[in-house]
């Protein structure tokens, strides 16, 4: 019952964005051994669920959705220790970047944020990324899934260019790709040969998923 | 009547003899005509005859600013030291340069004269003021805003979480944002000998809650429009806004260039009575498309927000588009917005 107190006031504090109380409360969780599967699925996830819907509601507004998401994820990484020790999985692997051109990070920080949360491991590439770096991380660390965002309408179609040379380069069936960004459509995405879009942070979330399921 | 001075009269919320059309000008003039986009940035007469190539292609728009020393969005990041990017097709850019909090406390004004690309925007207006033919207007280029300012040099991450991480420290960036925005224009006041509107964008206040708008936008806003009292003071958002409206209009500007994202008949309804409305057509789902269905949205788009006057039709965040679009937005204004406008 304690338990169950201590992760729903843990939960609040993400929610409310009080990173201090958020800090204190889950060195408690840790100290009194509270499972990091528990932590993540009843404190860190139905928080981020939470803000999520506050968001849509226009109740919090991109600072809020950024905090969250950055106390969530300092969150993580200090579970990460005993989740590893404990044999508890990740969801996925997932590389990501803006593309070559695009110096804009903000929506692929808050996306990374929230795929975090929800369990997979992040390898940050950053910004203006030339497709020939994407390839070479592909080759190399095996992603489940890859993830391309840009912010700008004369970058966008640099995703097609990374595409290409994923299948020039025989990797386009090892890995799923990804693209978002603020002018990017469903439409654009399926033109252009992606396995998947993401509207906002939470969709891309509910998209990686789906990805993982489907293999 | 030329499509700037529809531009002007609508600007005092009164009727022209149309709904005039005018667009938000960018490096993109470069790439219509197929210049390097860094050579139209730092070769003042490419600049210059891409920007009147815009003008007599499209007669019958306007391009605010006009004629001017269109830098893209580096110019002020640069006078804080940021590296500047450019690219041959696409507009020139800047990685932050704030990586620590702490290091916000070291920061200095720049001087336009001397610091970055600033003095070259003078250089370059002190040019085309000296080589434009009469006939068209030459203007001081769209500045960064505050909050714009300070993500550009910090990080817009980095500057949304310190608003609860670090507030005092967001306040000492966007008060050094503002300063340097204000020493700007009144340096663009100088070497021109008076320019006749200044003309911010932040997008920043449309991704915030009321809350902080009114700690880190509004003051900082405010502070700047009031130091151009007796200009056209026009005011760039391409994100929603409809949450901060009326405290936006109360910095003080007089045209309001805003999102698609926006409802266009309640922010019509709201703000009708108090600022002239600059927008705001889908800019990709529609004004990228059919140009039967810009002359839908367009007809409507006037039926809502042109009558009384106050009102010019543009697309509602992005610049331009592909030259038909453009033509259909101007024909649908010719068409359905003249005054009295009897759109059914």
């Known amino acids: ?215 | 009547m030329t499509p700037r001075e529809r531009y002007m009269v609508a600007a005092r919320l009164e009727e022209p003899d149309q709904v005039p059309v005018a667009f938000l000008r960018s490096c993109y003039d470069a790439t219509r005509i197929g210049l390097n986009v860094k050579d139209y940035i730092l070769d003042y007469g490419k600049k210059l005859t891409a920007q009147i190539k815009l003008h007599e292609r499209f007669p019958g728009c306007a391009f605010v600013p006009g004629i001017n020393p269109d830098f893209g969005i580096v110019a002020e990041a640069s006078a804080f030291g940021a590296e500047v990017f450019y690219y041959e097709k696409e507009p020139p850019m800047c990685t932050p340069i704030i990586k620590n909090v702490e290091e916000i406390d070291s920061i200095k004004t720049p001087d336009p004269y001397r610091d970055g690309l600033l003095p070259k925007v003078l250089e370059a207006y002190k040019y085309l003021i000296e080589n434009t033919p009469s006939k068209y207007e030459v203007d001081p280029p769209a500045i960064r805003g505050p909050l714009d300012l300070a993500t550009e040099i910090r990080g817009a991450a980095q500057v949304l979480s310190d608003m609860y991480r670090h507030p005092e420290y967001v306040h000492k960036l966007v008060t050094i944002a503002a300063q340097t925005q204000i020493d700007f224009l009144k340096a663009l006041d100088e070497v021109s000998g008076g320019t006749k509107l200044s003309f911010i964008c932040d997008d920043i206040p449309g991704l915030i809650s009321p809350k902080f708008f009114e700690e880190f936008g509004f003051p900082y806003m405010k502070k700047i429009f009031q130091s151009f009292n007796g200009k056209l003071r026009i005011y760039h958002n391409c994100k929603r806004s409809m949450h901060i409206l009326e405290r936006l209009v109360d910095t003080g500007f007089q045209v309001f260039n805003f999102s698609f994202e926006n409802n266009l008949k309640e922010t019509k309804a709201r703000l009708g009575k108090k600022v002239c409305l600059w927008g705001n057509v889908e800019p990709i789902g529609v004004f990228l498309k059919d140009p039967k269905e810009i002359e839908c949205v367009c007809k409507e788009q006037i039926k809502l927000a042109g009558p009384g006057g106050g009102y010019v039709l543009s697309v509602g965040g992005g610049c331009y588009g592909p030259d038909g679009s453009i033509d259909s937005m101007i024909e649908a204004a010719n068409k359905y917005g003249r005054y009295p406008i009897t759109v059914d």
């Open chain 1, 1 to 215: 019952m304690q338990d169950a107190k201590l992760i729903a006031d843990l939960r609040d504090a993400f929610v409310n964005i009080e990173p201090d109380r958020a800090t204190e409360l889950l060195k408690k969780a840790i100290e009194e051994d509270i499972s990091p599967k528990e932590i993540i699925e009843k404190a860190i996830r139905q928080g981020a669920d939470e803000v999520g819907r506050k968001y849509e509601a226009c109740e919090y507004f991109l600072p809020e959705l950024v905090m969250s998401g950055e106390m969530m994820k300092e969150a993580i990484e200090s579970l990460k220790p005993r989740m590893k020790a404990e044999g508890i999985s990740t969801s996925g692997n997932v590389i990501f970047g803006t593309v070559k051109g695009d110096l804009h990070d903000i929506g692929k920080n808050i996306v990374i944020s929230m795929l975090s949360v929800a369990g997979f491991d992040i390898t940050d590439l950053g910004v203006d990324i030339p497709p020939e770096r994407f390839i070479s991380e592909v080759r190399e660390k095996k992603p489940d899934i890859l993830c391309l965002s840009s912010l700008l309408t004369h970058t966008m179609p640099e995703f097609g260019v990374v595409i290409a040379q994923l299948k020039e380069n025989g990797l386009r069936d090892k890995v799923k790709v990804m693209v978002g960004g603020r002018p990017v459509t469903k439409e654009y995405a399926n033109d252009i040969g992606a396995d998947s879009y993401g509207r906002d942070a939470y969709e891309a979330v509910e998209e990686a998923r789906k990805l993982m399921q489907t293999g």
